[in-house]
């Protein structure tokens, strides 16, 4: 069967670069293509690195999940098998010049300054949340540069026009 994921927002964009930046999360998109794979096998296969490959994947809603008998598992327990969701890309985006280099901006920065930003953010947020224009203000960002980060963030989500921590 295949699905296909529809991208309209170009913030949109920076989850799915971030998706398939690597070689490693590359080759464990391929694997789970074609077949469930259990999460051993690609333990085993790419180690550490496959097994974020695959919780990035999870968390971005890329692949499917479902348990293992106990006689399929792992010492006789359990373990989580992986398939992709989607077979195909369908990106259809229009939207001014200044607004994808900002995106891309976003998406580009280094892990490092990624992770500092991230966490000038998160510490401002702190445990209540504010509202995401305040903090755009705050850090002298543009709402679009701010929605791009949190795109890419493992630590921040909004709710509804707030910004909280995950």
Not at 1 to 9: A, E, F, Q, S, Y
Not at 12 to 33: W, Y
Not at 106 to 118: H, T, V
């Amino acid at each position: 069967m295949i699905r296909t994921k529809v991208v309209n927002d170009s913030t949109d964009l920076i989850p799915l670069m971030r998706a398939f930046d690597t070689s490693v999360k590359q080759e464990v998109f391929k694997e789970i293509q074609s077949d469930w794979r259990p999460l051993s096998e690609i333990k085993e296969k790419y180690g550490t690195s496959g097994q974020k490959a695959l919780e990035l994947f999870d968390q971005m809603k890329l692949v499917e999940t479902k348990w293992t008998t106990s006689e399929n598992g792992v010492d006789g327990k359990p373990q989580k098998t992986y398939r992709s969701y989607y077979s195909a890309f369908n990106i259809n985006i229009s939207c001014p010049v200044n607004e994808i280099s900002e995106i891309f901006t976003i998406a580009s920065l280094s892990n490092d300054e990624f992770a500092n930003l991230e966490q000038e953010i998160y510490d401002f947020v702190g445990s209540n949340g504010r509202f995401g224009n305040s903090v755009a203000e705050q850090f002298k960002l543009s709402t679009l540069a701010l929605k791009s980060i949190v795109k890419r963030s493992n630590k921040l989500k909004y709710q509804g026009l707030k910004l909280i921590q995950i």
